[in-house]
């Protein structure tokens, strides 16, 4: 007869595969001085073998490295398998893209780490302290220049500048003079809108004002600007210029940043715990550089006629001739441009909390160490959105035309049917835009946010949805109006007036977040892209400029959020109705009023 | 009132991604009532490693479990294996013996005990 244990018993008593340690054999055991007093004993820092380090390095990096190929590479994928399968052209310097994807995915991943670890923490003390100690004046001005700072260090305003160099200084004078002399001072004047929003957000979260008039009173000069620029011959081609910055400013620097500032100052005012708190900066920081823009655009052209800058212009290129010095060269300047964008940032924060604050620097290494992944990713960046984004993108939309068009340079080209081509080219870029939003991290958090807010009336599903139909639609009506030639702002005074039609029959809740989800949907890789793309369709179309794809898909989702909006409403009006008609109301009745 | 006794509490903290797989495991292994999780913030380890200790997630979960002296062993183990908890920066468990806990047990289950004490 076998005698019987139970398992647990068994394996209790072996003691499998375990080790005991005593504790304080660690540790060091307490020192008291001779008034018994404890001596505090510094502990040594811990030390870890190379095998230890990969074990806790590895799932740090890998989780951070796969989220960025995650949005980059189906991206890339989905790009390249056009060209090949419906373009038939395989892109010649693979190698070189392949490199510069890379370049994008270890840039951003450096970048927002260093971002969380170095530029976080700044926000996060600034925004919590600052409107408790300082007067509201000067809580303000910091504002301000926090808006202008970050859009300095938006790794999208790159790709802005870069798009200067192909613009042809006889066809578009005033857009060759504001991309390239200007182009400084066309940073500076988006920096100041974004900080001027910021500014009129933060009081907006203060003061619990709506956004709506907001909306209106920011549209109705926007769109007299517009059609004022529109009208004039050589101010025409900046209309696709000024309404495209827009969308560059809101990127992953300047949301967290300044909303981490804006909800510090309203919950300091004790107003932070109303749903909507957050809401609007973003949509003012994509109007207001619009603004601004035109306005630079305007004295510009009251300060200088097309001639002269065309003869300067001339006068720069014949004085080019000498070499460049190494940050005006390829790697060089790109490494130039990345410190350059974040360290005026920085500094700005650091004088912050040292001037203003007097609050010492919590985690000092961790903080530098961050602030020099920042910058390296931001060079990183650069370089990977000169030979990979902007490359790519820039050869695509060169060769878009190609599919129903005559295009020099293409041997097989046009590779359709003039009806079939276009259609194709249609279809391409309406999927490339439903793609990169759905695959936007930003956007789900938007959608928890939307779910929470509407008390489940707008599903989180709905409004992914809605968004990416909204980018996808705004993208093929930007291409359609490259192809077919017609001005941006036949596209844009139609489509921004049936959203402020839709605004006012909205409530306050859609309103927002409608308006914001236009901002979230630009992201670091789509805006470059995109941007790219639209001035190689215009560059092989031998158009003017390439610009106004952007805006039309920050419009986009803005209509397409607040039909749905009202859509899910109406239902749920329908339904709750229905349910009052029909007593007894049984439960899942009113179960699916509620839905 | 019921009172239960030889319980065990097992709380383990850990990082943020692998809560839920690290409770299933716990559920598998037997811990199927009484399990609470939070978020919580960890100090230490980052600011004593150095350089390295960025790798180090402060966000972590605390994951609280009752069980019975007797699951104890088996749920403490199955939690370090799913949270592989013997890698740097995991987190750690430990256990906590429990005098008494009150709370409701259904009646189905008292009457079952009782038949099976009376079998004995």
Not at chain 1, 61 to 68: C, D, P, Y
Not at chain 1, 87 to 94: F, K
Not at chain 1, 391 to 413: C, F, H, N, R
């Amino acid at each position: 007869m076998p005698q019987q244990f139970r398992f647990g018993d068994y394996q209790q008593e072996i003691g499998t595969g375990h080790k005991t340690v005593s504790f304080n054999d660690l540790k060091p055991a307490p020192k008291l001085d001779t008034d018994g007093n404890l001596i505090s004993q510094q502990e040594p820092r811990i030390k870890l073998n190379g095998g230890e380090i990969y074990n806790l390095i590895r799932p740090y990096l890998s989780v951070r490295f796969i989220g960025q190929v995650k949005t980059v590479v189906p991206l890339a994928v989905y790009l390249l398998l056009f060209q090949i399968i419906i373009l038939r052209q395989l892109e010649a310097d693979y190698l070189i893209i392949t490199g510069g994807m890379l370049a994008v995915i270890l840039g951003l991943m450096f970048f927002m780490e260093g971002l969380k670890l170095g530029l976080m923490p700044f926000g996060t003390v600034i925004g919590s302290i600052l409107p408790r100690k300082s007067p509201l004046p000067l809580v303000l001005l910091v504002t301000l220049l926090l808006g202008i700072g970050v859009t300095f260090a938006e790794p999208a305003i790159g790709a802005l500048k870069a798009a200067g160099q192909n613009v042809s200084v006889e066809q578009a004078p005033y857009l060759y003079t504001l991309l390239n002399e200007w182009s400084g001072a066309l940073v500076m004047v988006v920096g100041l809108s974004v900080g001027l929003a910021a500014v009129l957000g933060t009081l907006r979260f203060l003061y619990g004002w709506s956004l709506k008039p907001m909306i209106y009173m920011a549209l109705l000069p926007l769109l007299v600007l517009t059609v004022a620029a529109a009208t004039d011959p050589d101010l025409m081609s900046v209309v696709g210029l000024a309404w495209d910055c827009g969308a560059v400013t809101t990127g992953p620097v300047t949301v967290p940043l300044v909303l981490a500032l804006g909800v510090g100052i309203a919950s300091a005012a004790g107003k932070g715990d109303s749903g909507l708190s957050g809401f609007g900066i973003v949509t003012l920081a994509s109007l207001f550089p619009v603004i601004g823009v035109f306005l630079l655009a305007f004295y510009v052209s009251f300060t200088l006629t097309p001639a002269e800058i065309i003869e300067a212009a001339q006068h720069a290129s014949a004085a080019a001739t000498s070499a460049p010095a190494w940050y005006e060269t390829s790697p060089g300047e790109e490494i130039a441009l990345g410190v350059r964008a974040i360290l005026p940032l920085v500094i700005f924060l650091y004088l912050v909390l040292k001037l203003i604050l007097r609050e010492p620097l919590k985690n000092r290494g961790e903080v530098f160490f961050g602030i020099g992944l920042t910058i390296l990713g931001m060079c990183i960046f650069n370089l990977g959105l000169t030979y990979g984004l902007s490359k790519i993108g820039g050869d695509v939309g060169g060769l878009i035309p190609a599919a129903y068009t005559k295009v020099d340079g293409i041997e097989m080209s046009p590779i359709y049917i003039y009806g079939v081509g276009l259609a194709l080219a249609l279809l391409f870029s309406w999927a490339l835009g439903f793609g990169a939003t759905m695959a936007e991290p930003a956007l789900n958090a938007l959608g928890d946010t939307t779910e929470n807010l509407t008390n489940g009336v707008f599903k989180k599903k709905t409004l992914l949805f809605s968004v990416s139909l909204g980018v996808a639609c705004g993208i093929s009506a930007g291409l359609a109006k490259l192809i077919f030639g017609f001005p941006l702002y036949w596209l844009i005074v139609p489509t921004y007036l049936l959203a402020m039609l839709l605004t006012f029959l909205s409530t306050e809740e859609y309103v927002n977040v409608a308006w914001d989800s236009a901002g979230v949907t630009t992201g670091p890789i789509t805006v470059p892209l995109v941007l790219a793309m639209g001035l190689g369709v215009g560059s092989a179309m031998n158009a003017v400029e390439g610009f106004g794809i952007l805006c039309m898909a920050s419009i986009g989702p803005i209509v397409a959020v607040m039909i749905s909006g009202l859509w899910a409403r109406h239902k749920a009006g329908k339904q709750a109705a229905a349910a009052v008609k029909d007593e007894p109301v049984t439960q899942s009745q009113e179960a699916q009023a509620l839905l | 009132m019921t009172i239960l006794t030889d319980v065990s509490l097992i709380t383990c903290v850990v990082k943020q991604d692998m809560s839920d797989a690290i409770l299933k495991a716990a559920l598998e292994a037997g811990a199927l009532t009484g399990a609470i999780s939070y978020h919580a913030r960890g100090h230490g380890a980052r600011e004593r490693l150095g350089l390295v200790g960025i790798a180090v997630e402060a966000e972590k979960d605390v994951i609280s479990l009752l069980v019975s002296s007797e699951q104890r062993d088996t749920v403490f183990d199955a939690v370090f294996h799913a949270g592989n908890l013997n890698v740097p920066g995991n987190g750690h468990q430990y256990i906590t013996p429990l005098e008494k806990v009150a709370t409701y047990v259904p009646e189905d289950m008292l009457t079952r005990l009782a038949k099976t004490k009376q079998g004995a």
